[in-house]
């Protein structure tokens, strides 16, 4: 019992981080824009909330911080793909090289230097039972990113708000001569998708390796990514997708820390084996037949008015 | 006074070659400036990480093997993404040419000969076309991302040489060391200059960057990679099948990654090493970019690549600048650069207050 | 009573181009007036300002009476100006009541949007399932939308731009008729269009348009169609010069039971066509946009290979399996409708874009390697037996007006002396100059011995051109006839999906 809770708890932690990122990501490039720069603002979100709670201890402060951190640098992307209209594709992939210098830069007097854990958000009392743990006993990350599975459903199917953002992600010509602000619109999916990385960078310190550590974040930004091709653009299935991914990780660590079936493969084996299931879980969704159809038809696309 | 962008007639040819040397230049004087206002000395980073590699020739080796296989990689990628295909998994790629080489190399422990060498690049470079081979297939056959797949490759490769040099592949003699034997003395690339570190990588890179200017400025195949990634459907119709053409991009950017990667292992490291993925093969996306996607350009932008690379090292050494510092004047480098880009297709005009509120 | 709009000394500059120059005229309460001219001759821009994309630099527009500044579409909107766009608006992957409450500027509750919508669908006849993804809609289904979503906002003036080049005769007609309610109620409509014949069959009044200056306001039901076309156009008209009387030779296209996959999700594939084109013959494929000509195409120049070798052949010759460049070494040349991306490349030189076809009939290529020197001649000389207006080979395509890219294309791919030409609109968006050029050009090779195939949306270019027409209607071919004995109604029919006589004269609208 107590082992699987165990489990459950990590499985919780990472899977949280990806979860948020995808969603932010989600977002983003349900309005058209594809930024490859997740990688990049989570090491910014996750520097930036690391200093904070290393100087004062207020964790909801540093996830605050990761937040606009990871919303600055979403701006620089923003600026050169909406703005001057440069290539997408190459424009996150300068963002995450940046992001990754950056954040070692900033980081680098930080090294070895611990912070404490983000605490449960309920009191101790609520989540005494080990079922009761089950529900109570997270930090605000977890319950915020199952809030905002719902919310941006919400958003993206029952508001206004939502459909012209997926009106802009679909044909960005035609929303541009209805009226609608392309860029505006655009900017502000950039921005979103930047707190929402910034914050899942912040989670790294704060829920799973209490210190500073240069490339902590490890490729789950991209793997971030992946999960939004895999979910089709849907929040929920993100969701399935991100606690997927967080079991295989939980089965490295539990296959790094020895001991048990687990460890008779090679740990290195274990630790690829998150990429691994990426490629795997992209081929598998590619062999649906509907694959690609819910991709929003300019991902990826600068915008230019045609007249 | 407020500016407005106006779409050139023509594409202009001198904003293709002055933005380049314009974000180097930018990247400098806006590098001083934060660095300097965030605590360091921002004009002797400047100084130490663009000038300092260039005026002491005593570095000048160093700039040549570290230019050479960002330019084998990097003329790889000028040709996968003029095609549109965005391998972004050339350190895999190049570490698996690494790892096969490496193979070759223990295999023939001990043996002698010139064939060593010889069929260690040519399993290195066969090495790297296989590993580009898998997001090639996938991308071809089930319209997967090459970017995810390659990258994924990637994270993937870096745990095969943990893995290698922990259990099979570990030195008998290395008292514990993750690391392979050091490779005997056929297995190891000759220095062409006595007395120096100057490796045969270093032409071998330029002779590279020259072949590949010719076939992607003369022959059908550099027009069909032009064509592919220009207009997609025009290529259609003009008979250049867009499968082949993926197929094609990913194999010649993996083979050169794996003939970096096994120039690597051989020259500089000489064993298998965990320390053997050096990133080269992501700054040699910048490299790309920044050269332009032009073969000849990559030669120019792997040496300034080279050049921050050597005086990061310096600035670390001569003004404590943190090692990061050189990834963060790397990155501004390809910001500037895509900033840039507009010019190409835009020129910026000032319009008068009453013209502006018509552009609106 | 006050002038619903009108327009005082309209002027509008692009670089290099004075899109509209002192540009005055006005639309009364009710009124079907009609904005004529030929491609870029500055119909699109004055519209455009009109309904706030773009702003005038000098120039007024009233209101009503009132001076007014136009920001946006939005505020184009607000003052009760409609527009229906050449190019639809819409977003395939929504559904047709999310399109309309995309274009509504105030939030309404679905439901109540709904409501309102089938209450305007039912008064003027536009039927239509909210809850239907526009992706499997028909064009004229798209046109509705539009339509719908205009009339939701009790427009005071409707401006249509060339809204009758994706539909049959027969929605036209249809069209016409809800035009005219709305205009009996009060509406204004502002319609643009190139068509004669239309204009003077619905127009009250009719501005002219020619290289952004007004030329003349007219009563369309006063002049005859030769009298507006020579004011649009600035010349005496050119007629199509053909050589005597011509007799067809051998067969020399053949097509038997041609069919498609279907490729994409909204794509039409084309089932069991079968026609045969002989020497010297201009066959004419009519249809309305969407029903399977761009496969066809791609069937035919190769982009789509076949499973049946049989199912392509040139004098007895079997190309189904061939790519494009297996077909053209046998001298079966195309031209897709889409110039920019798909016939050329917009960021090459037009010697690069001459490469892209020319090559291996012309012998560009040599081991590998391209001849430049080649490439460049060939297309000088395209550029000069053609008459395209560019600065030389080393143009790049995307710097040629629409009209000379076209006459460029099809330069390049005529002087390769093709036995077959396929070509798809011909001169969609092409001046009248460049387009008699064009056709002039294929009149003349289909004299030299050549077969050709011309699929085109344009009746009128159809029946000017060709010997033999067929339609293509859902993907299947109708069976092919003599030109000459064939009326508009006919055609218009097939177009329509209605075939035989029997069935054709129960669909003859009530």
New interface residues.
Partial sequence: MDLTLAILVTVVGASTPILIAALGELVVERSGVLNLGVEGMMLIGAIAGFVVQFHTGNPYLALLCGALAGTASSLIFGFLTLSLSANQTATGLALTIFGTGFSALAGSSYSARPVTLMPPLFPAEMASHPLAKVVFGYSFPIYFSFIMVVAIWYFLHRTRAGLILRAVGENDQSAHSIGYSVIGVRYLAVMFGGAMAGIAGACFPLLLTPQWAERMTAGRGWIAVALVVFASWKPFRLLAGAYLFGLVMTMELYAKAGGGPLSVIPSELWAALPYLATVAVLVLISLRRDASTNAPACLGKPFLPAN | MQFRL??R???SQVMVYFTPFAAVVLTMVIGALIFSLIGYDGVGAVREIFLTPLTNAYKWQDLGIKAAPLIIIGVGLSIAYRANV?N?GAEGQYVIGGVAGTGVALLTYGMTGWWVLPLMVIAGILGGMAYAA?PAL?KTR????E???S???T??SV??I??LI??PWKDPMGMGFPQTRLFSEAARLPTIIPGTIVHLGVPIAVLVGLVAWFIMS????G?RM??VG??P??A????F?ENKTIWMAMLVSGALAGLAGVLEVAGPFQRLVPGFPTNYG?TA??VA?LGRLNPLGVIIAGVVLAITFVGGEVAQTTIGL???????F???M??FL??G??LIKYRIRRVGVQ?T???? | MPHRLELTGITKRFPGVLANDNVSFAVRPGEIHALLGENGAGKSTLVKMIYGIMQPDAGEIRWDGVPVVVPNPKAARKLGIGMVFQHFSLFEALTVLENIALGMDSKIPSRDLEARIRQVMSTYGLLLDPHRTVATLSVGERQRIEIVRALLLDPKLLIMDEPTSVLTPQEVEQLFEVLRKLAAQGCSILYISHKLHEIKALCDTATILRGGKLVDTCDPRQETSRSMAEKMIGAGLKDIVRVGERTLGAAKLVVSRLSTHKAGHFDVPVSDVSFTVRSGEIFGIAGVAGNGQNALLDALSGEIRSDDKEAVSLDGYPLGLLDTTGRRKRGLCAVPEERNGHAAVSDFTLSDNSVLTARDRLGMVMLGLINSGAAKTYTGKVIADFAVKALGPASTAGSLSGGNLQKYIMGREILQKPSVLVVSQPTWGVDAGAAAAIHQALVDLAAAGSAIVVISQDLDELRALCDTLAVINMGRLSQPRPAGEVSVEEIGLLMGGVHGAAEAHDAVPA
């Fill in positions: 106006e779409k007639r023509e594409p965005w972004i898998i996938l089930l319209n997967v991302n970017i995810l797949t990258l994924m490759l994270y993937a745990q095969l943990y893995f922990r259990a003369r022959s059908l195949f027009y032009r064509v220009a207009a459907q025009a259609r119709y003009g008979g099948s992501f996306i910048i970019f943190p090692d990061a510092a050189t990834g963060i790397q990155a501004m390809l910001f895509l900033a880009d507009i013209q509120a018509g552009a609106a």
